[in-house]
């Protein structure tokens, strides 16, 4: 096992947290019934030594270790070809209300260095500490459709709905869902909800594509939002 704390998801360098439930040694303290019911990591019983230690890594270090940390690994990372230069959050797991502060600030200190990044969450006190950022973006996740864009309208910032059956997540802003992604394929979408264009998932494009562009691309070079 390597001492990352930042792992590839495709050719995302990622922050993975062990699934589950507190109990069960996981990360998922807000998880919901359907989500625990549907999740594609396999179960509790497939968590790796990786998503352990860094988890761990989270728990038993200071703001600065763990910020240190993560630039050196991303720096590793990003050098090999192919790799996109963003950061993706909770890849799996999730943040647990131990970690709350200290994320947060993680998030918004890598945000000032001009690290891109983006993920999902179900914990609605770290999204709300979250300012819109044009490159950072946590989306919320929510299982009512319905509630998840009363709640991006509310706030004016992104909220997620997993659509179980097909294994996509419906990214929302401002009430409307923009783009439906399930890590390897994207669709975005028009104003009226319908698919103008199908991709293979690539979070880089998203976040340097030019407004000038954003007819085709996501939030006009501001990522999925």
Known sequence: MDNRILHLDSDIPS????IGRLSEGGSCEFASELCTAHCP?????EVTEGEKFTYNYFRKHGFKAILKKILVDFSVLTNLPRNDK?????AWGDC????TEK???LMLRIRDIGIPKYGFT???ML???????EILTIGLSIDDLDEARRVSVASGKMTAHPDYD???AEMIFDGRIVARCNGWWCKILDTSEKVIIERESNCTTCFKTSKKDSNVNLGGGRGCW
């Open 15 to 18: 922050v993975f947290f062990p």
């Open 41 to 45: 990591s396999g179960g509790v019983e």
């Open 86 to 90: 963003v950061i993706q959050w909770f």
């Open 96 to 99: 647990t209300q131990e970690l």
């Open 103 to 105: 994320i947060s600030i």
């Open 122 to 124: 179900r914990n609605k």
């Open 127 to 133: 999204w709300e500490m979250i300012p819109k950022s």
């Open 166 to 168: 097909s294994s996509y």
